[in-house]
Each structure stands twice: as structure tokens, then as C-alpha cells.
């Protein structure tokens, strides 16, 4: 029995292998360029938008995909798509024009039929981000006028907005954030060594277990220089109050 080869265009796996727009933008962000930030989760993708609300605009985009290089592919394009639209043109984007910016040849589906479901992501996530943007718009606005009420001790939270944001984050948005920084920082230093790392779980936020893979295992810097290593990084890129410890020794910290 023959099995049938499941056949996708070039421009899908180029978007799926290379993304360009993976990431996430925090309240701080938003807040620096004075934007609003919107966000909307659906299944296994988060999107991020970062809009002028001046003329309602969407000034930049980026997603979180947790699946497979389906959720990859329409995370980037639909990112890379909505740039440079006002949000009510990028909340009229139908399932079918993603799918369709996706094809080498107009007559030929990007995805195997089995797959073309997954692309109604698209229309419940901007269905989201439609529901919220006049709240996120009118935090934005608001914005201003509260900082120039805040004067005094004790008016700030004692944690700054980007650890705010991060504590936000559901556990497995977290492993997202901190797989992007593995990848980028940690991770080539250890496959050159024929090793690799796995985030396992996050607890409160602030306990971070991994599994270490390959030469990593049986290497005796895993509990020394490289786990400092590690720790110091993400604690550098994400969160200050983080503890990194191997699953092997988890329930020792």
C-alpha cells in the first residue's frame, strides 16, 4: 500500500522554516513608541500587535506558534500581511486570502486539502483582536494621563512592566519565550558539542526545569558552568528572579 505524499508549496515551507516575525511585544513596548498593544490567542497561535492609534494602524506584528509548521506558516504571513493596514482592513482578512499568499501557483493549494482547516484560526483570531482593540485603545489613551498622576513612593508596582507581562504569560507561553532565547543564545554552543536543552515546565513563573539531551547528559559542566550559564541568560533576557534546574535535581530547589 502506497502512501500519499503530503505536498506543500514553496513559499509555505519558506514561511514555516525561516519566520521572520516570531516573538512577542509587552506592555512596555507599547508604551515606549505610544501604542497600543493588542493581543489575541486561538488554539495554538498568539498574535501581538503593536497599533497607532492615531490613525489606527497597525505599526508592527508578531506571533506565537505552538504547533507545527502549519501554525508557523500562517503565524508569519498573516503577520508579515497585516503591517502597514488599519486594523479594520486586517480584521476584514478572510481565512482563504493567508492560504492563497502562500501558493507558488494560484490554481494549486498551499497546504494538502487535510490541512486547509487549520488556516480558520485566522479569522477567530482577528474575530479576537477586533473584540479587544477599543479597550486596548483606550488604555493606550489613557495611558499619558496616568503617568502624570503617578508622583510619590508607592504609586509604581515594584515589578517592572516587562516582568509583569511575563508573569502574565500562560506556562506554555513561557516555554515559548524562553525557547526563542534558547535557540538564539544556548543552544548552538551545545549542539556543536553534539548536546541540547528541553524546557520541561515552568512553575510560578520563576522555576524553570529542564532536561538536558545528547552530550549534555553525561557532561560534568551540566550542573556547574554550563546551568550557570543558562540561568544568567534568561534571567539577562527575561526574568530576573528566575531559578534553572535540571529535572534530575528538580525537587532538591
Not at 84 to 92: C, M, N, P, R, W
Not at 104 to 123: I, T, W
Request: proline letters at 4%; one cysteine or more; aromatic letters at 8%.
Amino acid at each position: 500500500m502506497s502512501v500519499v505524499e503530503e505536498k506543500y508549496s514553496a513559499k509555505f515551507e519558506s514561511a514555516a522554516s525561516q519566520p521572520k516575525n516570531r516573538g512577542a511585544y509587552y506592555p512596555e513596548d507599547a508604551v515606549e513608541k505610544g501604542m497600543a498593544l493588542l493581543q489575541a490567542k486561538f488554539k495554538d497561535l498568539k498574535l501581538y500587535w503593536l497599533v497607532d492609534t492615531a490613525e489606527d494602524r497597525i505599526y508592527s506584528a508578531k506571533f506565537f506558534a505552538y504547533g507545527g509548521k502549519v501554525s508557523l506558516a500562517i503565524g508569519e504571513t498573516l503577520s508579515a500581511m497585516v503591517k502597514g493596514l488599519t486594523v479594520q482592513e486586517a480584521f476584514s482578512l478572510l481565512a482563504p486570502d493567508v492560504e492563497r499568499l502562500l501558493r507558488d501557483d494560484l490554481q494549486v493549494p498551499a497546504v494538502p486539502e487535510s490541512k486547509l482547516s487549520a488556516f480558520s484560526a485566522v479569522e477567530e483570531l482577528l474575530r479576537l483582536m477586533e473584540k479587544e482593540y477599543p479597550s486596548a485603545k483606550a488604555l493606550a489613551l489613557a495611558g499619558p494621563a496616568m503617568k502624570e498622576k503617578e508622583t510619590g513612593p508607592g504609586t509604581l508596582s515594584e515589578l517592572s512592566m516587562a516582568e509583569q507581562a511575563w508573569l502574565a504569560l500562560s506556562p506554555e507561553e513561557q516555554i515559548g519565550m524562553l525557547d526563542l532565547v534558547l535557540d538564539e543564545k544556548i543552544r548552538p554552543a551545545l549542539n556543536n558539542d553534539g548536546g541540547n536543552v528541553l524546557v520541561k515546565d515552568v512553575i510560578d513563573g520563576r522555576k524553570v526545569i529542564i532536561h538536558y539531551q545528547g552530550a549534555c547528559g553525561s557532561c560534568g559542566s551540566s550542573m556547574g558552568g554550563t546551568l550557570a550559564f543558562i540561568e544568567q541568560t534568561l534571567r539577562r533576557d527575561i526574568y530576573n528572579d528566575l531559578v534553572v534546574a535540571p529535572d534530575t535535581y528538580a525537587d532538591l530547589m
